[in-house]
């Protein structure tokens, strides 16, 4: 029996296949290569093939027997699914449905998915728990939530059992340097500002030092990679064991600001770079932070790197191994 891993050459599906590898299970990583990277996928068998086509996905579960799926696929610039959000509905919806078709046509009724906190939109309280009203504020988040109730109606209509787990900020990369970030275009703060540490960017913009928090800037909660990898194993197993459809909340339970990081990456990387003081970004709530209890009660997980210099440090090797190399530069 194995797991597929839809999107598991990329960012967080690729560290997922590590960690369930490691914990024994044979994986199959099924992936269209548009954001995903071929060399991510240091584990398992690799197909690929591209969840629009339902061709492709019954071709994977023709040839392997596939237990049970762990579904990274998306598509997800905030931005752009605001511009284009018809490719949004249809990637990370539709093609989340041919999904689910060829599951329920093979008897496979297990799912781990990507969801993210941009499913709760502004919160109405901090720390967000599972149960706050979920009002997303942008295609992307809409997708995800769609996504979700899909599992709720599947769960009583069919005996699906899903288990949705709401990331919040996913950073840092494999403590072991094997795997990492490499998003293109990147947009996220810590990558970002590794780039702008290693000379490759002239500044790191700030989005709003206005805000209604400790030093006017964002706070977000920062969770490493490695810690929801585990999580998704453990999800994994909650559904083994007879779990039913469950949504649950990823983060370290503690808010960093923006300028918070900054002094982070400065001390791990020992680089200063330029910070420019930048207006808001559409879109940005103030403080996003999660409570992850139920995660922590149900699923019994523990994150182990909640640390934010740890978080940015092992980042920063990945970057310097992957990055340096790739330009030939030795940053
Ligand atoms: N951010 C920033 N400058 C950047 C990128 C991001 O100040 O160049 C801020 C952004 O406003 C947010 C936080 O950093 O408060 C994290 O943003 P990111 O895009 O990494 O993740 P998001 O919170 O949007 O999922």
Redesign the pocket.
Known sequence: MAILICGGAGYIGSHANKALSRAGYETVVFDNLIYGHREAVKWGSFVKGDLNDPEDIEAVFERYNIEAVMHFAAFAY?GESVTEPEKYYYNNVVNTLNLLRTMRAHGCNKIVFSSTCATYGEPAYLPITEDMPQDPINPYGFTKFAVERIFKDYSAAYGLRAAALRYF?AAGADPEGEIGEDHDPE???IP?MLDAAAGKRPD?????TDYPTRDGS?I?DYIHVTDLADAHIRALRYLENGGRTAFFNLGNEKGTS?LEVIDAVRRVTGKDFKVTLTDR?PG?PAVLVGSSERAKRVLGWEPMYGDINTIVEHAWNWHKRHFGKEDGENV
Do not use: M, Q
């Not at 790191?204 to 709003?208: M, R």
């Open positions: 905030v900020n947009t996220h703060l970002l790191i913009k700030v989005f709003g964002c977000r923006v970004r940005d």
